[in-house]
């Protein structure tokens, strides 16, 4: 019921900054809840942030908190990433993720439905 595309990853130094953009398909866009998530080479996939339907209310994993912000824009299908001073260790494939229960946050990767392809983010030092 629902394609995710993500973009707006690449390389870039530490402390720098990248926005990542989620376009997604589908009539019932507004009335999902909406994740990233991340994944580097040897580990498990983590919870970044999440966004309820409305954008009123985020939640942010503890490594993330005061540097990345999650919103959407329903007008236009798409939910953001801005990530700020980044560092090395954020250095992942960037997953977007919809959860069709939107008016709750989770940040088990179980608890989401749909989910895209993945962009590549890689920080310097």
């Known amino acids: 019921q629902v394609q995710l595309v993500e973009s707006g990853g690449g390389l870039v130094q530490a402390g720098g900054s990248l926005r990542l953009s989620c376009a997604a398909s589908?009539?019932?866009?507004?009335?999902?809840?909406m994740g990233w998530f991340r994944q580097a080479p040897g580990k498990e996939r983590e919870f970044v942030a999440a966004?309820?339907?409305?954008?009123?209310?985020?939640y942010y994993a503890d490594s993330v908190k005061g540097r990345f912000t999650i919103s959407r824009d329903n007008a236009k299908n798409t939910v953001y990433l801005q990530m700020n001073s980044l560092k090395p260790e954020d250095t992942a494939v960037y997953y977007c993720?919809?959860?069709?229960?939107?008016?709750?946050?989770?940040?088990?990767?179980?608890?989401?439905?749909?989910w895209g392809q993945g962009t590549q983010v890689t920080v310097s030092s």
């Open positions: 589908g009539r019932t866009f507004s009335t999902y809840s």
């Open positions: 993720a919809a959860r069709r229960y939107g008016s709750t946050l989770a940040v088990g990767s179980s608890r989401y439905d749909y």
């Open positions: 966004i309820n339907w409305s954008g009123g209310s985020t």
